[in-house]
């Protein structure tokens, strides 16, 4: 079957066709809908992309039953809500680079708008009134002004450059930037949005609409920039107080701003800001709005939402660790390792443990550990719950529900092994662990609660624990040869000290409850589970 994906707004068709084009994707591009209407068709899809019209609502997400990818077109995904997409388990893509520069550019533009007065000197042209609007559209000249930065990322960055060029001073505040990368942009770094807005001529804003950010520029950050300042915002209309930035405007305080978003797109008709005549200019959402830009965002999209449902690579994943196709062949076998060890560990180990402690043992560090972490979460919750619907992306938003913590450790020590996976349920002072590691590239299980084995990670087992004295292995390949079960492969191990021994047998085909109990009932067998991994 065919992996259906909708491109519910306006992406280039190259990226469209880029979808349709794979054999196995089949791509509509219906734009517009109104929510009731997403809800009603967005069952049918594994893939949705979006630019920033759509609303991926709780709503939305319940109703997409099938749904395991959505792709960004860009990069703000303040439009989908996350935390439904990572309960659901959908992995949120973007594409972080592709409209950088259109939108530092279109930034600009607004920031030389504003200060030259374009938008009302070219209505009074229109307008016929050219002798009046020169006379009223007199300007400011940027060259040697303070300029404070807000968000010295992507396309923070690419506006620090032009505006160098145009001989502005800048101070950047972002709480990632380090003093030697503040250096090397020759930039002046403030460690708060005060010390950035004391005394700046224009401030603009590239940072993501968070909590943390939301109303970023309000009445008091205003009253510290130097009179007659400009506001630019390219970014997220959340970020600036908008009744704030108008109060400043008309007070006299800040000449004026150039928006390219707004608090609520689109604004009301009678928005207070839209009523501003000076030092203003307004665009509806342009910032990524060029052929360049369109083209970059709608392949990239298309590429990371066929190559995630064709084949499970995971690019720009902002709820997921990325797995790009290089480090998935590095890690592969670790990944297939990790699977049957949680597995494993919901069959063999503890009942409601408080924490999964996953240790790495060598030199795992090249190898993205989060990535093999997740996957033993996610297979030990899908084996230990009926209820389905774990998966890599909400297992562990699941776990901590559950008050069940996931631990992760490196250990230096050395082992018999180059690399030792080792993962330990533990409940209050009880332990329980497996380890596995690769031989040559082939994934084994070596240890099964402190027993040392040398086992497949796939296949049908029947994993006994017994007491330490002749005849129990024979009669346990006994009772298995009257029920014609064919033994693939056996692994015995023994803890001399406490008299106990541990067998793995591996089987051709799965253990009915019959044989199983048949087994259990032997002499000095304490304990017979039966496993298919
Ligand atoms: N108007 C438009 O059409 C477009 C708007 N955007 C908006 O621009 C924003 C920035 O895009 P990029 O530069 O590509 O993202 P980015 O991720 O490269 O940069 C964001 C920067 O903000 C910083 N940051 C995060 N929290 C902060 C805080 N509390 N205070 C100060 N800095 C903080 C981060 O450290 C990062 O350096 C996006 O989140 C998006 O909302 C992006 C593209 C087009
Ligand atoms: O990439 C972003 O964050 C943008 O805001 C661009 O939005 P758009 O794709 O033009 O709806």
Excluded: W
Aim: aromatic letters at 4%; charged letters at 20%.
């Amino acid at each position: 079957m065919a992996h259906r994906v909708l491109v519910s707004d306006p992406i280039s068709e190259i990226g469209v066709a880029l979808l349709n084009d794979h054999p196995d994707i089949e791509a509509d591009f219906n734009t517009g809908l109104s929510p009731e209407e997403l809800i009603a068709i967005i069952g049918d899809y594994e893939g949705l992309v979006v630019r920033s019209q759509t609303k991926v609502t709780p709503e939305v997400l319940a109703a997409a039953k099938s749904l395991k990818v959505i792709g960004r077109a860009g990069v703000g995904v303040d439009n989908i809500d996350k935390e439904a997409a990572n309960q659901h388990g959908v992995i949120v893509m973007n594409t972080p680079t592709g409209n950088t520069i259109s939108t530092a550019e279109h930034a600009f533009t607004l920031m030389l708008s504003a200060a030259r007065n374009i938008a009302p000197g070219h209505a009074s042209v229109l307008a016929g009134e050219f002798a009046a609007g020169r006379k009223a559209n007199q300007g400011i000249e940027l060259n040697g002004k303070r300029l404070a930065v807000i968000g010295m990322g992507r396309i923070g960055t690419e506006f620090v450059k032009r505006a160098q060029a145009f001989n502005m001073t800048v101070v950047a505040f972002d709480p990632y930037l380090t003093q030697s990368r503040a250096d090397e942009l020759k930039v002046e770094l403030a460690d708060t949005p005060d010390a950035a807005l004391t005394g700046a001529d224009v401030v603009t804003l590239h940072v993501p609409l968070t909590d943390d950010t939301k109303g970023i520029i309000n009445a008091e950050r205003l009253a510290l920039m130097n009179k007659g300042a400009l506001v630019v915002n390219c970014a997220r209309g959340g970020l600036v107080d908008e009744a704030a930035l108008k109060a400043a405007i008309d007070s006299g305080h800040i000449a004026g701003c150039g928006l390219d978003v707004f608090e609520n797109e689109p604004p009301a008709a009678d928005h207070p800001l839209l009523s501003l005549n000076k030092f203003v200019a307004f665009t509806p959402h342009l910032g990524a709005s060029t052929a360049e830009a369109q083209e970059n965002v709608g392949i990239q999209v298309a590429e990371q939402v066929r190559d995630f449902l064709a084949t499970g690579e995971i690019r720009n994943a902002i709820n997921m660790p990325s797995l790009d196709a290089a480090a998935r062949e590095a890690i592969g076998p670790y990944l297939d390792l990790s699977a049957s060890l949680g597995k494993l560990l919901a069959k063999l180990g503890l009942s409601n443990p408080d924490a999964l402690r996953v240790s790495y043992h060598g030199p795992f560090a090249k190898k993205d550990t989060a990535l093999i972490s997740r996957t033993v979460l996610t297979n030990f919750l899908e084996s230990s719950r009926c209820d389905g619907q774990v998966n890599i992306v909400n297992a562990p938003g699941i776990a901590a529900q559950m008050g069940l913590e996931l631990v992760e450790s490196t250990i230096n020590a050395q082992t018999e092994y180059n690399e030792l996976l080792v993962v330990e349920l533990r409940k209050g002072e009880e332990r329980f662990r497996l380890a596995g590691t690769l031989i040559g590239s082939s994934p084994r299980i070596v240890e099964i609660d402190r027993l040392y084995v040398d086992t497949n990670i796939r296949g049908h087992f029947l994993i006994v624990r017994n007491d330490d004295r002749p005849g129990i292995v024979g009669a346990v390949g006994t009772t298995l040869g009257n029920e014609k079960v064919n033994i693939a492969n056996l692994s015995l191990a023994r803890n001399k000290t406490q008299g106990n021994a541990l067998t793995v047998i591996e089987v051709d085909e799965p253990l009915s409850p019959e044989i199983m109990a048949q087994v259990r009932a032997i002499p000095g067998v304490t304990l017979g589970t039966g496993v298919s991994l």
